[in-house]
């Protein structure tokens, strides 16, 4: 009987360190994805940025060329 809750007092000690060594796993995997998306954030941005400008660009350029084309088409006066 003595030897039973010496058992006990170790599997205590087992699962203790086991409860222990998940909790920590599941902290380092919140803590990555916690810094891959503080990483892809500013990436994203800067890419919708960047289309951003570019169809704005695009636009203008459209526009400047239907603009020159009208003005070439259109009857002198």
Do not use: H, R, W
């Not at 919708?48 to 259109?74: D, F, H, M, P, Y």
């Amino acid at each position: 009987m003595a030897n039973e809750s010496g058992n006990i007092g170790v599997f205590g000690d087992l699962f203790t360190a086991v409860g222990d060594l998940a909790q920590q796993a599941v902290d380092m995997a919140g803590s990555a994805l916690k810094t891959a998306t503080d990483t892809v954030q500013p990436v994203t941005n800067a890419c919708v940025q960047l289309c951003t400008t570019s169809i704005n660009s695009a636009t203008q350029v459209v526009e400047g060329v239907t603009k020159t084309i009208t003005t070439a088409i259109a009857p002198k006066q």
